[in-house]
């Protein structure tokens, strides 16, 4: 006997505060300045490359981005800091990770109209974790009153999509009945803000969601057709902040390769081809055919990847609002993007309607989730 998955509550925390591309340009070029000056001997000896100036033209024209929201703003945007000032919570506090999923995770579960004790599986999903163990996933168990199992899962900005063929599958097989996939990314703590080529890139915020078995649903839904993943080794998106991690007694790296690190250029025009034919692929598995989707909630990592992409599986210019885009006022949330895009845009959907959810990222990872609308 198997079962079909079913979505049938999400939810978005989104943090209070806002950096818009105007206060995040003039810190970092406030910062740049500050380095420059530091090392005006270096510089001027040519043992040292001066800091060119950051642009707001740049950063909206590159990846359309216009704002992102964070934990922490002032810690960011200070130019002898540049790193979010996040106090390390004591053993007995709840994490960080663990509020923001609770915000997230009591939406999706008002939204799914159940109660947080039926719930059996909770995976926290998301590209970096708070601590090595006990799981976060573990504790979010624990504070939204949930039964059964829980765990953690990181792909990267595909963890959301994997996390959901994850729970999928188990409600398929039987194992469990309600599950919550819950991706609390805060993007900021391992970003480098000091990096011109990337210091624009990434927000933070949290998405849930809630997967049921379909005929248990009390609302609209959305069933889950199927999922597919891939993965493939590439280095063009990388961080080195392992258990090995050098520190500094503040707890920051003091390595660059202990942040986010990308060859942007590469990963553009490598993870292109692989998601358009991966969607394609996907749905004509199912006997789908790409004008029979209403929607593609892809990955908000970047504006004319998105366009090309959208290009590449629909075979023509994508209307407005088939492909809707959260990252001009998101940035990158790694795996939560899409799944914003998903909460946000998703209520239009009518009785069978059919849209596809596509993550990518480091790894390389892409994963696809094909969904049906029913009332
Ligand atoms: N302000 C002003 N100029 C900048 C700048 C900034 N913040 N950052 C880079 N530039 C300059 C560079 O110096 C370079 O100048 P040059 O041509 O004189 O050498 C030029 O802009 C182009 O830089 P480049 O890094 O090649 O830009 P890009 O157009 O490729 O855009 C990304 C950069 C990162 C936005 C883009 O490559 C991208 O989004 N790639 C996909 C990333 C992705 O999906 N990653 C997944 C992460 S999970």
Known sequence: MTYTPAITGTGVFTPEQVITNAELVESFNAYADLYNAEHAAEIEAGEVEAKAHSSEEFIVKASGIEQRFVMDKTGVLDPARMYPALRQRADDEPSIMTEMAMDAAKKAIAEAGIDASEIELVICAASNMERAYPAVAVEIQQAIGAGGFAFDMNVACSSATFGLQAAADMIRAGSVKKALVVDPEICSGHLEWRDRDCHFIFGDVCTAMVLERAEDAKG?????????????????????????????????????????????????????????????????????????????????????????????????????????????????????????????????????????ICSFGAGYSVGSVLLRRHD
């Open 220 to 356: 609209a839904r959305f069933d889950i057709i199927s999922t597919r993943c891939a993965t493939q080794f590439s280095n063009n998106i990388r961080n080195n902040n392992g258990f090995l991690r050098r520190s500094r007694p503040d707890g920051v790296a003091d390595r660059r390769d202990m942040q986010f690190m990308q060859n942007g250029r590469k990963v553009f025009k490598e993870v292109v081809p692989m998601v358009s034919e991966h969607i394609l692929d996907h749905i004509a598995a199912d006997g789908v055919g790409p004008d029979q989707l209403k929607r593609l909630w892809l990955h908000q990592a970047n504006k004319s990847m998105n366009d090309f992409i959208g290009r590449k599986v629909l075979g023509r210019e994508p209307e407005p609002g088939e492909q809707p885009n959260i990252l001009q006022d998101y940035a990158n949330t790694s795996s939560a993007g899409s799944i914003i895009a998903f909460s946000k845009y998703s209520d239009d959907f009518a009785e069978g309607d059919l849209g596809l």
